[in-house]
């Protein structure tokens, strides 16, 4: 029973790289989500989406896109690394907007 | 708009004595609240949750919080800390629809460090 599963688990990107952080999920949930944590500020909602083919930005899409041509997946891209995206990415997962969510173990990204 | 606010960002307790990790909210609708915990290099898991019903929720682990409406609070507790409880707890509100739909999108607090000491 995998869960929410987040690849890599770490990365260090230098300013003006690509990336894309891996989520993917296998409960057949409809929403998924994506995060990001900062020390001090909890968590802020870069993305979300509600079903295959449905996405809608959060409190911070700035410098981040996503797509969902699967249920299952939920990719995250940054198109131009830029410092101030160091921070711990959170794909999250639920079947039904009243369900808790469940997260996956995270991704640690670095840009120097 | 819906708001979190966690009083203290660290909290310090003795074993066995009592937790309390205060949270209170801003919600324009009825709110759905959550617990998590976040232990080191993990992701967050779920406490307990309030929708409807019992003000008084339980979760896992021996921590149980209350729903007060005229206080907009959600505080948590538990009795007798342990030492495996020391970690990271965040209060979240869900970003509920206008006509009693949950969008689903959670507004987090800022968390609380819990540290318990032997």
């Known amino acids: 029973n995998a869960g929410v599963t987040q690849t890599p688990k770490f990365r260090i990107l230098k300013i003006g790289q690509s990336m894309t952080l891996q989520c993917t999920q296998d409960?057949?949930?409809?929403?998924m989500y994506w995060y990001r944590q900062d020390p001090g500020m909890g968590l802020k909602l870069i993305y979300y989406s509600v079903g295959a083919g449905i996405t809608d930005k959060g409190e911070v899409p700035n410098g981040y896109n996503v797509s969902r041509s699967t249920t299952e997946d939920f990719p995250l891209r940054l198109e131009l690394a830029a410092p101030s995206q160091t921070s711990v990415y959170f794909c999250?997962?639920?079947?039904?907007?009243?369900?808790?969510?469940?997260f996956g173990d995270g991704t640690r990204l670095s840009i120097l | 708009a819906q708001s979190v606010t966690q009083l203290g960002s660290h909290v310090s307790v003795s074993e066995g004595a009592l937790v309390l990790l205060r949270c209170n909210y801003s919600?324009?609708?009825?709110?759905?609240l959550f617990w998590y915990v976040q232990y080191p290099n993990q992701g967050l898991q779920l406490l307990l949750k309030y929708t409807t019903g019992a003000t008084l929720v339980k979760g896992i682990n021996g921590f149980e919080a209350e729903f007060k409406k005229s206080e907009t609070s959600f505080h948590l507790t538990k009795p007798s800390a342990h030492m495996s409880d020391a970690a990271e707890y965040f209060c979240?509100?869900?970003?509920?629809?206008?006509?009693?739909?949950?969008?689903?999108?959670?507004?987090f607090g800022k968390g609380t460090k819990l540290s318990v000491k032997p």
């Open positions: 409960m057949n949930h409809n929403y």
């Open positions: 919600s324009s609708v009825p709110p759905y």
């Open positions: 979240a509100v869900s970003d509920r629809g206008m006509y009693g739909g949950s969008q689903g999108n959670l507004i």
């Open positions: 999250a997962s639920n079947g039904d907007s009243n369900q808790p969510q469940h």
